[in-house]
Nanobody, 122 residues
Framework: QVQLVESGGGLVQAGGSLRLSCAASGRTFSNSAMGWFRQAPGKEREFVAAITWGGTIRWYSDSVKGRFTISRDNAKNTLYLQMNSLKPDDAAVYYC???????????????WGQGTQVTVSS
């Protein structure tokens, strides 16, 4: 079982920025592609962005492309999501997890952390 701890969320005005972090334990982080997912109230969890182990391939949901940047530091077992030009529709609880392969939008583990709340005011 992998421990995932998300942090960095908060309340921002539309157009603002936040940087999320995900601390992951175990070998999975270094040997697997990782991604960010989010869930808004009353909605299903959805894919946001993902990155391969080496960091050279990244892919995003169309709704965040050009505004969000995913990165990772394998030595620190940490995944990041830089979010710029935030919109009210970005408001959600953000989670990290593995993804099943390159360009996959599916999580690879049934275990989730507590997530970090992002609130965007208009």
């Amino acid at each position: 079982q992998v421990q995932l701890v998300e942090s960095g969320g908060g309340l921002v005005q539309a157009g603002g920025s936040l940087r999320l972090s995900c601390a992951a334990s175990g070998r999975t982080f270094s040997n697997s592609a990782m991604g960010w997912f989010r869930q808004a109230p009353g909605k299903e969890r959805e894919f946001v962005a993902a990155i391969t182990w080496g960091g050279t391939i990244r892919w995003y949901s169309d709704s965040v492309k050009g505004r969000f940047t995913i990165s990772r530091d394998n030595a620190k077992n940490t995944l990041y999501l830089q979010m710029n030009s935030l919109k009210p529709d970005d408001a959600a609880v953000y989670y990290c997890n593995g993804v099943t392969g390159v360009y996959s939008r599916d999580s690879s583990s049934p275990y989730w952390g507590q997530g970090t709340q992002v609130t965007v005011s208009s």
